[in-house]
């Protein structure tokens, strides 16, 4: 957010997966309409991983027990979040662990792909499926290139005789399925300046794809595996 899109330090708070961090909200009061009681006013706000792009979270946020019987509100944002079983053990959305007695009071529902229509295989699976594919499509490339000299450069429209592989991403996300494809086909992965930059902030900030600033370059020359914008290649009907 601040090297990348230029949002001012003093609005970004770095706050790690799964730790409570205490907010205290001065406009709350307790019965006694004193804001005075840290503990009455004290919001807990807790981030678990969403399973979706580099950042997504699912926040948990418990309210100040306001009306003095013991009981703060639970509230869960879901946000854009993939489900996975993992998530059935996040420590504050099981409900024997929640203040002890009670369970979440109000979800706020992201729906995106609510619809029956979307039924989509484990992300894992997904993953790993992509990967398999680009390694099939470039072996050819491989082979060729353990022959001669390709320079990347001098193709033309008249040889056909490359395969180049394109990946459509936003401009955050699909980290997993890139690293996924550029290791199986042993490809860097060709990427613009500004999308090399973000992939150097997802790398410093995620441990299981810190590699991958190492599978990516800006120069087109050096792969035939290529990321472009959303929608340029491809129909993204129905999901779209």
């Known amino acids: 957010l601040i090297e990348v899109h230029g949002v001012s330090p003093d609005l970004v708070v770095s ?3 799964g730790v409570i961090w205490q907010h205290t909200c001065t406009t709350c009061t307790n019965k006694d309409n004193r804001s005075d009681d840290v503990h009455a006013t004290a919001v807990d706000v807790c981030f678990y991983d969403a399973n979706h792009c580099p950042g997504a979270a699912i926040i948990v946020v418990r309210l100040p027990d306001i ?14 979040m993939r489900y996975h079983e993992k998530m059935r053990h996040y420590p504050l959305l099981r409900c024997d662990d929640i203040n002890g007695t009670s369970c979440i009071d109000i979800v706020y529902l992201d729906t995106t792909y609510g619809h029956p229509k979307h039924k989509f295989m484990p992300q894992e699976d997904a993953v790993r499926n992509i990967g398999m594919e680009v ?6 490339n491989r082979r060729q290139a353990a022959s001669s000299t390709i320079n990347y450069e001098k193709m033309n429209d ?3 005789s490359m395969t180049l592989v394109l990946l459509s991403c936003y401009s955050i996300g699909k980290e997993k399925v890139l690293l996924e ?3 199986r086909s042993k490809q860097k992965i ?5 999308k090399h930059q973000m992939m150097q902030c997802v790398g410093s900030g995620l441990d299981e794809l810190r590699s991958i600033v190492n599978h990516i370059t800006t120069d087109a020359s050096e792969s035939d595996l290529h990321i472009v914008p959303m929608g340029l290649a491809g129909n993204t009907h129905p999901f779209f």
């Open 15 to 17: 706050h790690a997966y």
């Open 67 to 80: 009306t003095g019987e013991g009981k703060r509100t639970i509230h869960v944002h879901t946000g854009d």
């Open 135 to 140: 390694e099939k499509l470039l072996q050819s």
């Open 158 to 160: 008249n040889n056909d």
């Open 181 to 183: 494809a550029a290791v």
């Open 190 to 194: 060709f990427v613009t300046e500004r």
